[in-house]
Nanobody
């Protein structure tokens, strides 16, 4: 299963952008879906996650209030709505999924399924 991320682009600081992530197989169902990002020269970092069974959401502290993760179970798609974008939000954004029950949502190693990434560039 591949996760297909889309919606990236080049925007100005203060703008909004919505990313989408859908699995290549529509029957794919994951316990948890997440977004990570990786800026040039930096490690991949957790952005947000959403649990399928109850839609509980989890955010990195620096993203709270600006980013919103959501999912459309009918479309089997996960979204990341980003607002008030800053230049430091520039990165490749990856979606990830996993079927294992449990915590550890913030860890890259927890996830078995990844998308190819979509570039978000924020200019001042």
């Amino acid at each position: 299963v591949q996760l297909q991320a889309s919606g990236g682009g080049s925007v100005q600081a203060g703008d909004s952008l919505r990313l989408s992530c859908a699995p290549s197989e529509r029957t794919f169902s994951s316990y948890i879906m997440a977004w990570f990002r990786q800026a040039p020269g930096k490690e991949r970092e957790f952005v947000a996650a959403i649990r399928r069974r109850d839609s509980n959401t989890y955010y990195a502290d620096s993203m709270k209030g600006r980013f919103t993760i959501s999912r459309d179970n009918a479309q089997n798609t996960v979204y990341l709505q980003m607002s008030s974008l800053k230049t430091e939000d520039t990165a490749v954004y990856f979606c990830a999924g996993d079927n294992k029950v449990g915590g550890g949502f913030y860890s890259v190693s927890r996830y078995d399924y990844w998308g190819q990434g979509t570039q978000v560039t924020v200019s001042s």
